[in-house]
């Protein structure tokens, strides 16, 4: 038995399964959904026709600027060990003619000398003469040889391993340190002041002895309360509480952002903190320690501990979380094991209550 068209108030017999929207339809609607599919290739012609206007107008050179700049730097530096190698071996042939006239040019001094004696003396012989005469003729011959000297170079291509200058093709998400602009402005910090800072999209807080401060974009000092809670280890911002959390030894401290009232939020006494980082629902928490733990707490209503991931889930049992941030779902742990960093990504599932380590390389 025939079906009908399932759209609504159609009455015609179905003629065929739209590859659209999966419904039997009839002929008229199935000619109007392929009408409408293929008015939505013109759209697609037009981005795909501006994409090409966009790789025309590329500027290749402006893309390799910077590194054809590194290039040329580099070809400078061959230059300049090339003339300098080059000067280095100009010198050597000097000094070794220069040793033969040089020697020459004493014999002649003493030659001289010796004439000049007998002259003021007025008195010589045959013998002198002859033996000055013979002396003058290899002085002759030697300056003539000296002149004739030719130095026989051994030289050998210069050979250029492809390996001194290596291309890297461009990793996706790569972090460009040639991109980062000059340094804007410094802060200056004393050896007293903790080290660990942190920042929003407004402000950038951290320890100034003996104060917490708020810097704003321009580096002033906008905020700032007294600071008498011992070390903190670490700090990040969140989002959910719309202020910064602080770590101290044994204390999570909340800081207002707007008062920048302090409040002592959470006091375990056998828990040393290392360091922190938030997600919008969650504080994590690293133990600063040997087979380090990642404590987990709730932000809202109020900060509670709920979860505890331990060695070997963690880290090795002899290597240290030194630092830890939240992004998207997962947890990048920079860990230390024995004075040796490496670094590894961390993939937590906060649903499924796993976390999964997976060891990234750092390059030398």
Known sequence: ???????????????????????????????????????????????????????????????????????????????????CFFEQKCQELHQLVNEKVD????????????????????????????????????????????????????????????????????????LDLSTLSHVYKTIPCSKESFRPFTSNDRYLLMHQKPSLCLFDREMNVVKQ??????????????????GFIVLGKNNIYFVNENTMAVDNVQRIEERYWGSCTCSDTVLFASTNEWSSSIIEFKLFPAIEMIKEWKYPLTCS??????????????????????????????????????IKIVPVSVPQ
């Open 225 to 242: 309360t007294l600071w008498s809670y011992g070390a903190i280890h670490d700090m990040c911002w969140s989002s959910t509480l719309n």
């Open 1 to 83: 038995m025939s079906q009908s068209c399932l759209i609504k108030k159609c009455t015609r017999t179905s003629r065929g399964l739209c590859d659209c929207c999966q419904q039997n339809l009839c002929l008229q609607h199935l000619n109007e959904h392929n009408a409408s599919l293929v008015s939505q290739l013109n759209p697609l012609i037009d981005e795909i026709n501006g994409l090409g206007d966009c790789l025309k107008t590329l500027n290749i050179q402006k893309t390799i600027g910077n590194s054809r700049q590194k290039l040329e730097q580099w070809r400078q530096d061959c230059y300049k060990k090339i003339d």
């Open 317 to 354: 049992k002899d290597e240290a979380i030194a630092d830890i941030v939240y992004n998207n779902g997962n947890l990048a742990l920079m860990a230390a094991k024995y004075f040796l960093l490496f670094f590894c990504i961390s993939a937590v599932n906060i649903n499924n209550e796993t």
């Open 103 to 174: 020697q020459q040019r004493e014999e002649l001094k003493r030659m001289h000398l010796k004439i000049t004696e007998l002259m003021n003396t007025q008195e010589t012989t045959r013998q002198d003469i002859n033996l000055l005469t013979s002396t003058i003729r290899q002085l002759e011959t030697n300056i003539n040889e000296i002149k004739q000297t030719c130095f026989t170079l051994d030289t050998r291509p210069l050979l250029i391993d492809d390996m001194h200058v290596v291309i890297n093709k461009p990793t996706e998400h790569e």
